[in-house]
């Protein structure tokens, strides 16, 4: 099959983060710093990027800001052509930091937050003062001249706070706000019984995000995304556009994966840009030729009139519910494993206590960090 190059590369450029948030869906066991590619290895992804046709990148970690060379490397990859965004707590970043990544070619930040009350944020990542480094890096990044983004992981202990959070965005002078609905992988997997919101806190959600988007329209007010949670709706989202369709994940250590979940899925065997060229890990690689396009479907989503909208649906999320990644997501209201959605969701209509209480009846696990050994 033709297979066009893919326009975006999430950049993991470390796994080290100042937070600890339980919803984090990066691996159970992080890279460790000896083990991060270096500068100049880094330099020859963007090359190589660039020169594959992606033309945007999102520096990202753990906490990007931890790379004492973050300026150099976003320098390469504003060389290559690639637009370049910052994703970041805010934890770290300061009037000569901001500075120092413009200069590089940085051209837009996305900054976290996990809930529009200080304190309740702050639980949630499992760092105090947190808030405070976020609304100080709110401020540099719009006194700086850069677009700034809002980006919100929704679970049941935040849920609830969607007017609050859109309002934060507003007093914050962002240019858009991303409402995602949280991905159960890595540590947000052992966090997932917790972090399941209602279907009530769902409806409530939904009502507000359309009552804001008309409010915003009409204001000429920033753009709200909101990614839809899938294990509520019946309908399977296209894993990152579809597998191998138009992104790209490098981790820290230099293995590239077509999403940033898949090293979770047996027998993958991703390849390392220390061995092998982008293109030929895009274009030839057996880990991005095995879920790309719809060749490699079972029933029944072979025959299904939605392959090639949903391709499937997330293999990973179909490996942590089924132990088979080649099976139908249980997401889709037509998988045969769809009651493993239902049994999951089937949870009180509302949550017994939030985590804006000061003692939660069901605690969520902080991130903790397990190194890999090198």
Known sequence: MTVPPPWALLAELTHAC?????????????????????????????????????????????????????????????RAGIYTQLVTSG?????????????????????SVQHADPGASERIAGRRRSFADKERAAALVRAAGLPLGLNVVLHRDNLDAVDALVELGLAWGVERIELANAQYHGWALLNRDRLLPTAGQLARAVASVESWRERLRASGGPELIWVVPDHFDGTAKPCMGGWGKVSLTVTPDGTVLPCPAAASLPGLDPPNVRDRTLEWIWRESPAFGRYRGTDWMREPCRSCARREEDFGGCRCQAFALTGDPARADP????????????????????????LTSPTPLNPLIPRRASWKRV
């Not at 880094?42 to 931890?66: D, I, R």
């Not at 997401?331 to 939030?354: E, F, K, N």
């Open 18 to 78: 100042p937070l600890h948030c339980s919803y984090c869906s990066n691996p159970l066991e992080l890279t460790r710093k000896a083990a991060e590619l270096t500068t100049d290895q880094w330099y020859e992804v963007f090359a190589q990027a660039g020169a594959l046709g992606v033309v945007q990148t999102h520096l990202s970690g753990g906490e990007p800001l931890l790379r004492s060379d973050l300026a150099a490397i976003t320098a390469a990859a504003d």
């Open 91 to 111: 934890t770290g970043l300061d009037e000569r930091r901001l500075a120092e990544l413009a200069g590089a070619g940085l051209r837009s930040v996305q900054l």
């Open 331 to 354: 997401a889709c209201s037509l998988s045969p494993d769809h009651g493993l959605i239902r049994d999951l969701t089937a949870v009180p209509a509302d949550p017994p206590t939030s």
